[in-house]
């Protein structure tokens, strides 16, 4: 079953926010010029680990251990206690997973009490001029977004249900993709959400699907303010339902029922036949099927990847300096965590749009899901792992553990063979 | 852990008595409040979050070891319920890396200490002895994981290792003699004169502190 993400709240700014904008852009430039990367991937926790596999590590001890007779059955045993022994204490001390569904930690802070751990009293100047920030994002920000935001969803809704009482035809297309762009960008402005675009000449077609990785519900707005998707998701109810039924009235959006969601079948059947239509537009999907924090990629679930469409993959990457843009859905609800982007400094991200990408004769779904998942990593920046997102709510598949345990109980078989053998 | 006085002295006395660092000592506070929940204490539970702790095959003789009476130097045997985070420095401190500024006798303390945690984890009744059965219980659950293998290999890799134990340990046998099992001189003279112990510790990277903005 693959879990679908929805095109969510619609915000709008005209403000001028040429201020944060132009920090950027001379941010960027300084960069460039002292050829730093800008957002450097994420540095790997508080251990050093080896990047071995099971099979060497464990040769290595036991070429270590054994400076006698080779057949010393007891130490073979007892130096592979070693390898396990540390690797479980390493897991305990950091593991790559459940660090993925907390906010990143930074280096330098912010100006943002909410991403300093060890916040505390430093200095007169300091403390002056958090509170200086306080009182402009709540009392100067806020209200300004607030309102933008406001005006931005009323408009996306009156705007499409008036354009769907129009006839179906090129005009009705032309001032629904108008009004939808319209819409969004506004609701960009009301985030304050400073996008930098790399190769627009990937953008997807018609036809195609859109894959990008997951950090919050921002994402679909700073996809969709640059180009025209079809959304994918499931029908909610009060403001969210509103907002579905008046779009897809314009144009043709996918919205499953909660009980549809269920059936994959049904759900993949969906999605081909809207893919099959080349008049109709592409496809934005999430793949990972949950929000992950930005600094790594999560396995992609198959399910969009078997379809067999055109592949247009996406990677979203977000600068922590200016605000977290994590949802942390178990910690906050929708509305706290609008609040909380409203009120950070800016939301600065930048996205690229890859090359196509289609499935290979010899590759299947899941091969090509990684396929994919490598290349959004690699491009943004952000480490590509191969544990699945839905870890954060629920625990390791037996199926997965069974695996490892056979690869080394087989290594241990094979050698105490070998030694019988010789 | 703030910025109030007594927090700092704490901290500073933990250092003393594990070994490691105040950066390090704060990191491992955030991880054992990221396991406990924001609890105090730690119980065996806790450990069941970690994906990658689930793929060890020892890992319940892993998390056994954390809450164990002879690892926490409490007592001669039994288990704890639940640990704090002193406890918690306790049983990280034997994955510390020897250092190598210490002199010779440091050293082989150390190495001693790590290696009586790991036959801790052999000696599950805590009697002194790894005895036959303890063997046996380890090699298999290092090999549960795999259906093919039938008790009986797993049965026959142990005997075969506590003959040779029996071999080093003891030198010649008379033929009614029994072997009671290995008991922690065995256990330290099989490894002697083998670094192994350099492959008991975690390596911590330098953290810089968090730095206030610039």
Known sequence: ???????????????????????????????????????????????????????????????????????????????????????????????????????????????????????????????????????????????????????????????????????????????????????????????????????????????????????????????????????????????????????????????????????????????????????????????????????????FKKGSFEIGATVYPVAIKYDPQFGDAFWNSSKYGMVTYLLRMMTSWAIVCSVWYLPPMTREAEEDAVQFANRVKSAIARQGGLVDLLWDGGLKREKVKDTFKEEQQKLYSKMIVGNHEDRSRS | MGATHSASEEVRELEGKTGFSSDQIEQLHRRFKHLSGDQPTIRKENFNNIPDLELNPIRSKIVRAFFDNRNLRKGPSGLADEINFEDFLTIMSYFRPIDTTMDEEQVQLCRKEKLRFLFHMYDSDSDGRITLEEYRNVVEELLSGNPHIEKESARSIADGAMMEAASVCVGRMEPDQVYEGITFDDFLKIWQGIDIETKMHVRFLNMETIALCH
């Open chain 1, 1 to 299: 079953m693959q879990p679908l993400s929805t095109a969510c709240e619609v915000q709008g700014a005209w403000s001028d926010s040429a201020g944060p904008q132009w920090a950027t852009l001379r941010m960027e430039r300084g960069a460039k010029e002292k050829n730093h990367q800008l957002y450097k991937p994420y540095t790997n926790g508080i251990i050093a680990k080896d990047p071995t596999s099971l099979e060497e590590e464990i040769k290595e001890i036991r070429r270590s251990g054994s400076s006698k007779a080779l057949d010393n059955t007891l130490e073979f045993e007892l130096s592979d206690i070693f390898y396990f022994c540390r690797k479980g204490v390493e897991t305990i001390m950091d593991d790559e997973v459940t660090k993925r569904f907390s906010a990143e930690e930074l280096e330098s802070w912010n100006l943002l009490s909410r991403t300093n751990y060890n916040f505390q009293y430093i200095s007169l100047r300091l403390t002056v001029l958090w509170g200086l920030g306080v009182l402009i994002r709540y009392c100067f920000l806020l209200p300004l977004r607030i309102a933008l935001a406001f005006t931005g969803i009323s408009l996306l809704v009156v705007g499409t249900t008036v354009v769907g009482y129009l006839p179906n035809g090129r005009f009705k297309e032309f001032l629904s993709k108008h009004v939808h762009l319209m819409c969004y960008r506004i609701c960009v402005r009301a985030l304050t959400a400073i996008i930098t675009y790399h190769d627009r000449k990937n953008r997807p077609r018609n036809g195609g699907i859109c894959v990008a990785n997951h950090t919050s519900p921002i994402d679909v707005i700073i996809l969709a303010s640059d180009g025209y998707y079809a959304m994918v998701g499931q029908v909610h109810g009060g403001l969210m339902g509103v907002i579905q039924r008046a779009m897809v009235k314009a144009c043709p959006h996918v919205w499953f029922e909660r009980s549809e969601v269920k059936d994959r079948h049904l759900v993949a059947k969906r999605l081909t036949e809207h893919v099959q239509d080349k008049s109709k537009l592409p496809i934005l999907i999430f793949p990972e099927g949950t929000c992950i924090n930005n600094t790594s990629v999560m396995m």
